[in-house]
């Protein structure tokens, strides 16, 4: 088991920068594939950003590559998602997310076993 909890979302200007941050307990950290994923009202749930500790690899969506940056910090058990160069159309609920055992390549939501409660971010105009 692993609990999640995320921060650090906000109201932003475009062009801005955040920071989310999401705080893991339980299980040892490295163990799991580390995802970001955010949701717009009324569309489904996408994947933004995924780190892998097997290789130390990240992956992004289309949409975010050049802007935003996944990386962790295994003694804190902390995961982040830096976030520059944001748009209106960044506006969402971020999730992260944790998938056991560590996998790379996990895209997909239904790949992974826990869920943080989410945080929003509102990009604006």
């Known amino acids: 088991q692993v609990q999640l909890v995320e921060s650090g979302g906000g109201l932003v200007q475009a062009g801005g920068s955040l920071r989310l941050s999401c705080a893991a307990s339980?299980?040892?950290?490295?163990?799991?594939?580390m995802g970001w994923f955010r949701q717009a009202p009324g569309k489904e749930r996408e994947f933004v950003a995924h780190?892998?500790?097997?290789?130390?690899?990240?992956y992004y969506a289309d949409s975010v590559k050049g802007r935003f940056t996944i990386s962790g910090d295994n003694a804190k058990n902390t995961v982040y998602l830096q976030m520059n160069s944001l748009k209106p159309e960044d506006t969402a609920v971020y999730y992260c997310?944790?998938?056991?055992?560590?996998?790379?390549?996990?895209?997909?939501?239904?790949?992974?076993?826990?869920w943080g409660q989410g945080t929003q971010v509102t990009v604006s105009s």
């Open positions: 997310a944790a998938r056991y055992p560590d996998r790379t390549g996990s895209w997909y939501p239904e790949m992974y076993d826990y």
């Open positions: 780190i892998s500790w097997i290789d130390y690899s990240a």
């Open positions: 339980g299980r040892t950290f490295s163990s799991y594939a």
